[in-house]
């Protein structure tokens, strides 16, 4: 009924995946319109938001879908947003397209809006957006160097 293991039996199971998110990480996730999700979201890789979140998104790739909302802070290398937005969005490139809707400051690297977008708040460039989501920096300092340093930008081209 119960064989003894061997060596190579026991190399097969350590080498193994532990688990689904190890086969599938090329996936992204997809939360789709019926959704309401109340809390924070992490992911290492992209989310595709049709629903709803009530809290902060941290991931590598955002794409928010015309009915999708989040109300809280979104920080992702590549964000995409075609919805409604409010809160603070960071990211290195950001792209508003005609449907997005976002109240709250943006602060990126590279940043797209078309025509038809609405944006209430500031935005603000920075160098190296992400580097201001990292525990131990000082995200109004930083925020306050990027405003200045627009400023002179804008000093100097009217010159």
Request: aromatic share 0%; hydrophobic share 35%.
């Amino acid at each position: 009924m119960f064989k003894s293991s061997n060596k190579a039996d026991m190399k097969k199971a350590e080498q193994a995946p532990t688990s689904k998110r190890d086969s599938a990480s090329d996936a992204p996730s997809i939360i789709s319109a019926s959704v309401l999700i109340t809390g924070d979201i992490e992911s290492p890789g992209e989310i595709q938001l049709d629903g709803d979140i009530k809290g902060n998104v941290h991931c590598a790739s955002l794409t928010l879908g015309e009915t999708g909302s989040i109300l809280g802070k979104v920080v992702a290398n590549s964000i995409t947003l075609r919805g409604q937005v409010e809160g603070e969005v960071i990211g290195t490139v950001v792209r508003l397209e005609k449907t997005a809707r976002i109240s709250g400051d943006i602060m990126h690297q590279t940043l797209s809006v078309e025509a038809g977008a609405r944006l209430s708040g500031n935005i603000i460039h920075a160098e190296n957006p992400m580097s201001s989501t990292k525990p131990g920096v000082d995200k109004e300092s930083n925020a306050k160097q990027a405003h200045a340093a627009t400023r002179t930008e804008k000093a100097l081209s009217s010159t």
